[in-house]
């Protein structure tokens, strides 16, 4: 029980600054859409002309440029973090919040390279699920409503805090010094990249072979 204390309290304060990040991650840090949408144009060569053309192109051109973004996102979660960790795992707390806000921006990327542009209720709920998928947390639809979004955000963050204390606590990031803010955060940008990528990839194929049955 004394042994757990210390992780259980670093699990409540990362999972209180998650919590924080994600949510102004999602008012005030989000994705610019039509932004978005240029840079696939001009830096992977996707021909778009907008959201909705993602289901005209092969899913195997949209992987690439997600493993892509991960990819590159991963190696600037690194360098942003990489400064952190000089005096042990406290150090890494002022680098969570940046690193909640990053993990989300990767989340709405990946979602709008698979043609869920938040312009409605309903891709935003997919947002929301795809972050809870990240997370590892099995959340149905029943919870995406205005009065329970707060609370899926929180749950996701505890899961997250929970999930970051358990990896220092039982040395996953075995390097000490400079380094260990960036090896953490590519330990957790890669397991919540890779979850996420599958969680909108599979949406992607449902909603295309939808649209197929219809035409």
Request: hydrophobic share 45%; with cysteine; proline share 4%.
């Given at each position: ?90 150090t890494l707390l002022p680098d969570v ?15 709008l390279i698979y043609g869920f542009e ?37 749950r996701i963050a505890e899961k997250a ?55």
């Open positions: 029980m004394e042994a757990g204390a210390p992780s259980s309290l670093l699990a409540r304060h990362l999972g209180r600054v998650l919590d924080k990040s994600l949510r102004h991650a999602y008012t005030r840090f989000g994705v610019n859409p039509a932004r978005y949408l240029r840079e696939l144009r001009r830096a992977h060569g996707l021909p778009l002309g907008s959201y909705p053309d993602t289901y005209r192109l092969h899913p195997a051109a949209l992987n690439v440029v997600a493993e892509r973004t991960i990819a590159r996102t991963r190696r600037i979660a690194i360098a942003q973090g990489a400064g952190f960790g000089l005096a042990g795992p406290i919040s940046l690193l909640g806000v990053i993990t989300f921006r990767l989340i709405q990327k990946l979602g938040y312009s409605t209720e309903e891709e935003a709920a997919e947002l929301w699920l795809a972050t809870a998928s990240a997370a590892g947390l099995d959340a149905g639809r029943d919870w995406i409503r205005r009065q329970v979004i707060e609370r899926l955000a929180a805090g929970g999930e970051l204390a358990e990896k220092l606590s039982a040395g996953i990031v075995p390097v000490l010094g400079a380094g260990l803010g960036g090896i953490l955060n590519a330990y957790f940008i890669s397991g919540w990249g890779r979850r996420a990528h599958g969680y909108f990839r599979a949406k992607h194929l449902e909603r295309r072979c939808g649209l197929q049955i219809a035409d």
